[in-house]
């Protein structure tokens, strides 16, 4: 089954900036999905913060590669059995 599409209106709106309300505003954390109002503001505005915000979270996000992962990988279930109390 096709996705809905989109609405003309808001067919220009970064991802992430959400309008509940006529001239209302609001953008959603795409990490946890909080959120966020940005009131009732220009559409410029609302645009230009929604791109900054999106922009925030995406460099937040430093996702490591597999050969990263395994070489950094250096302590075993020994070691962590040392630091547990006994």
């Not at 505003?25 to 900054?52: C, F, H």
């Amino acid at each position: 089954m096709a996705a809905r599409p989109r609405i003309r209106k808001r067919a220009h709106f970064p991802p992430n900036l959400h309008e509940p309300r006529p001239g209302y505003y609001t953008w959603r954390d795409p990490r946890d999905g909080k959120s966020y109002v940005l009131g009732r503001v220009p559409i410029e505005q609302a645009i230009y913060e929604a791109i900054e915000a999106n922009l925030k979270a995406a460099s937040g996000k430093q996702a490591k590669s597999l050969a990263e992962r395994i070489s950094t990988s250096d302590a075993t279930v020994e070691d962590l059995l040392g630091k547990m109390p006994v």
